[in-house]
């Protein structure tokens, strides 16, 4: 409604609902002439009187107390609708984007440690799918994999691959002294053969070996080397737990992808909340991180 005076109509509701200029004053911190200016302003709007003034004080007239419920009312609706606003952008879930090999073997297991910590914040997990910013996957945070993507990027984890293989496996096809021993074994690959190729010219071996089965995802080749079915070349660090309770074996320390890693990129004006994740996130990165180095000293 036009001209609606609406900085009065909050002093009119609570001299309604006192029935007295004196008792609104004190609640407002305003004084009984000015609530009764701003009374006066919405009797003038309406054109109706919404109190008699006598000299002991005020009492609503039936339509003033009418109008009086029905602003009390609606005042408490804003009240509700602005406190459950307030209540919803305090909570808002963060969002991370990251790639699913990520996620599934180090993010999520994680979680748990963080929602012990801090019980009030909401984590939403999506696909990073190709985003290169957290922007473009719509996410708060987003950790992504391969050679540093950008000046503000943090690395998390190390991404380095070394020959892995399962225990059991090893037992029944091992053992593999030198490199050159893994040319007779079952070589898993993850999306194209090329990683094998650089890792065996890194170790001075140059080789034309028929591929063996290439997995379209680092998930599905982790498990096959997990059940036992041949040996890949697997980042250590998203492997570490396998590695350090002895269900997996590193064959060789000799490392590939050396210039890779996990990086940690985080949106424009993060919320106190997801600062808080963002902070808890690179410490257990560090704390992966030492662990590994633990597993690499004590020979993998």
């Known amino acids: ?47 109706v009187p919404l109190f008699v003034r006598h000299t002991r004080g005020v009492t609503l007239t039936a339509a003033g107390r009418e109008f009086g419920a029905a602003v ?20 808002r879930p963060i969002s991370i984007a990251c790639i699913p090999s990520m996620a599934i073997r180090w993010l999520i297991p994680q979680l748990p440690r963080f929602r012990t910590a801090y019980p009030d914040i909401r984590i939403n997990i999506v696909y990073a799918l190709d985003a290169k910013t957290p922007e473009a996957a719509s996410a708060d945070l987003l950790i992504c994999h391969g050679v540093r993507p950008s000046a503000g990027a943090i690395e998390l ?38 990683a094998w190729v ?24 982790v498990g096959s080397v997990i059940s036992g079915q041949g040996i890949a070349l ?27 890693a996990y990086w940690l990129i985080e949106a424009k004006g993060l919320s106190r909340e997801a600062r808080t994740l963002r902070d808890w996130l690179l410490a257990a990165g560090h704390d992966s991180s030492r662990c590994q180095t633990s597993l690499e000293l004590g020979g993998l």
């Open 72 to 91: 009390m009312h609606a005042l408490m609706h804003i009240e509700a609708a602005a406190g459950q606003l307030k209540l919803e952008a305090h909570s």
């Open 198 to 221: 650089r890792w065996f010219a890194a170790v001075g071996i140059s080789t034309t070996r028929r591929a063996g089965p290439i997995f379209a995802d680092f998930n599905l080749m």
């Open 157 to 194: 984890l190390n991404g380095e691959t070394r020959p892995t293989c399962s225990a059991d496996f090893l037992a029944r096809h091992g053992p593999f002294e030198t490199p050159g021993d893994l040319l007779r074994s079952d070589l898993l690959h993850d999306e194209t053969t090329d």
């Open 1 to 47: 409604m036009r001209n609606l005076p609406l900085a009065s109509l909050r002093a009119f509701e609570a001299a309604s609902r006192h029935e007295s200029f004196v008792k609104a004053a004190a609640e407002l911190n305003l004084t009984p002439a000015g609530i009764s200016q701003h009374v006066r302003a919405v009797e003038n709007w309406l054109d």
């Open 234 to 260: 697997c980042p250590t660090a998203l492997v570490a737990s396998e590695i350090a309770e002895g269900s997996l074996k590193v064959l060789f320390d000799t490392p590939s992808d050396t210039g890779k």
